[in-house]
């Protein structure tokens, strides 16, 4: 299993403002997802974020609202750019770790409002 | 990641009841697999059925796996106040590249 750990556990932003996401994994990952979780509503996938590559984007998300980071096989970043209410959401990350139960992990995830 | 199907949206018992939920998905998959959110907090693993299982338990959970229909249901037995939750499935399509597919979810509320 993975243990994995997200900074800031919730925030309050400004409209217009950004927010860097941390997410922290115990053990090295190759493959880390980035979701967002709008109110009441199920996961979407923002971005795959591999280590050694440039982060994937899901249709309708972008490089330059949601820049990732991924130095190493234990960390990434997530920023949320120029935010508007509409971004408010749970942000989560979670790893993929392939093995005997092929099962994604998920950090606790980053509560979001934008005013 | 476009969503399967969830039914119900939500369901409300009493503790000691027996919960059922079911999931329905479009594509092939390598595995289905179902979480458990807590208030909005990130997702636990529940457990992962593989295509060529039809069912699987663990505790008080039981998974059912169909292939032909593309469905599959998880049933809570004795729940508990605990349980409380949302519950959502989510499929390993076989050409996802390991992304998950998810469900819609289930709120489930358990009376004491």
Redesign the interface.
């Known amino acids: 299993s993975a243990v994995i750990s997200q900074k800031p556990s919730r925030d309050i932003c400004q409209r217009g403002t950004s927010l860097t996401i941390q997410c922290q994994v115990d053990s090295q990952v190759t493959m880390m997802f980035w979701y967002r979780q709008q109110p009441g509503q199920s996961l979407t996938l923002i971005a795959t974020a591999n280590q050694g590559s440039e982060a994937t984007y899901e249709s309708g998300f972008v490089i330059d609202k949601f820049p990732i980071s991924r130095p190493n096989l234990t960390f990434s970043t997530l920023t949320v750019s120029n935010m508007s209410p509409e971004d408010s959401s749970i942000y989560l990350c979670s790893v993929f770790l392939r093995g005997v139960t092929d099962t994604q992990y998920f950090g606790p995830g980053t509560r979001l409002t934008v005013l | 990641?476009q969503?399967g199907e969830e039914d119900p949206q939500a369901l409300s018992i009493q503790e000691g009841e027996n919960a059922t939920m079911n999931c329905s998905y479009k594509t092939s998959i390598?595995?289905l697999?179902w979480?458990r959110q807590n208030s909005?907090?990130?997702?636990?693993?529940l457990i992962?059925i593989r295509s060529n299982e039809r069912e699987k338990h663990s505790g008080r959970l039981r998974v059912t796996l169909d292939t032909s229909k593309k469905s599959s249901s998880l049933l809570i037995t004795a729940s508990r106040a605990a349980d409380t939750a949302s519950y959502?499935c989510?499929t390993?399509a076989m050409d996802s590249?390991?992304?998950?597919i998810?469900?819609?979810?289930t709120k489930l509320i358990i009376k004491p």
Do not use: E
């Not at chain 2, 590249?97 to 998950?100: A, P, R, S, T, V």
């Not at chain 2, 998810?102 to 979810?105: L, Y």
């Open positions: 990641s969503q390598n595995n697999q979480y909005g907090r990130g997702l636990v693993h992962l959502f989510a390993d590249n390991y992304q998950l998810w469900g819609a979810g």
